[in-house]
Nanobody, 123 residues
Framework: QVQLVESGGGLVQAGGSLRLSCAAS???????MAWFRQAPGKEREFVAARSWIIGSADYADSVKGRFTISRDNAKNTAYLQMNSLKPEDTAVYYC?????????????????WGQGTQVTVSS
């Protein structure tokens, strides 16, 4: 069973930065990794994803140029670097993983999920 554990969330002022971490189980080095977020009263939405098999990534339009998804294979950890944060980025952020190679924006395409970490951006 693959386990994902997020960390790094918190409270930050608008314009600030945070880096979220997603510690993954051994053996997930070739999995596609993604980040989603869910704000109160809203559906879970795609943020970023990267396939390390085909070397491609995708980002939601709302975060392009501000967020970067990366990975440290030696630590089995994926990251989401978030810069120039805005109040509308406030949400619970979830790490997701799938053994498939595709980069997809659909939550149902990801087999494994973390428990989420809260990000709050104050204005």
């Amino acid at each position: 069973q693959v386990q994902l554990v997020e960390s790094g969330g918190g409270l930050v002022q608008a314009g600030g930065s945070l880096r979220l971490s997603c510690a993954a189980s051994e053996g997930t080095g070739r999995y596609t990794m993604a980040w989603f977020r869910q704000a109160p009263g809203k559906e879970r939405e795609f943020v970023a994803a990267r396939s390390w098999i085909i070397g491609s990534a995708d980002y939601a339009d709302s975060v392009k140029g501000r967020f970067t998804i990366s990975r440290d294979n030696a630590k089995n950890t994926a990251y989401l670097q978030m810069n120039s944060l805005k109040p509308e980025d406030t949400a619970v952020y979830y790490c997701a993983a799938d053994p498939g190679w595709r980069v997809t924006t659909t939550p149902h395409d990801y087999a494994y999920w973390g428990q989420g970490t809260q990000v709050t951006v104050s204005s």
